[in-house]
């Protein structure tokens, strides 16, 4: 309807963008915050301002020119929820671990193979 019947037209609001985060991103951004971590700019488990200034630089150098302080802390919190969900379910169970290096839960075959069967006998029961 027109302007002419009284209403207000309402300005059209920027549609938000949504960063779609691929493993080589996170591994640009995890080891631009290690880095950071390493050069001390991390206190008391935050960020620094200065840390983040030169994660933002990272990031847009080797990602996205418009990569925003919001991008990274968005995907922080994500990660940390799916680490905390990972770790759950892999702490408690024998046989899984941690690496450093890699970053991921690692297990000898025979375990992960172990894993899937009790999964999909579960999974098939309810």
């Known amino acids: 309807m ?3 019947k009284g209403q ?3 300005p059209k609001q920027a549609t938000k963008e949504v960063l779609r985060w691929t493993d080589d991103m996170d591994q640009i951004l ?3 915050l290690i880095e950071e ?3 001390g700019n991390r206190h008391d488990g935050s960020f620094s301002p200065e840390a983040y200034s030169n994660v ?3 990031l847009r150098s080797n990602i996205d020119p ?3 302080k919001q991008h990274i802390k968005n995907r922080m919190k994500t990660l940390k929820d ?8 892999f702490g408690s169970l024998s046989g899984f671990g941690w690496n450093s290096t890699t970053r991921r839960f690692t297990a000898e075959d025979v ?3 172990e894993l899937i069967r009790v999964s999909l006998f579960i999974f098939f029961i309810y």
């Open 8 to 10: 207000s037209i309402e």
């Open 30 to 32: 995890l080891n631009a």
């Open 82 to 89: 799916r680490f905390g969900e990972a770790y759950d379910l």
């Open 56 to 58: 933002i630089a990272v």
């Open 66 to 68: 418009t990569m925003t």
């Open 2 to 4: 027109g302007k002419d």
């Open 37 to 39: 971590d390493h050069k």
């Open 111 to 113: 375990v992960w193979q």
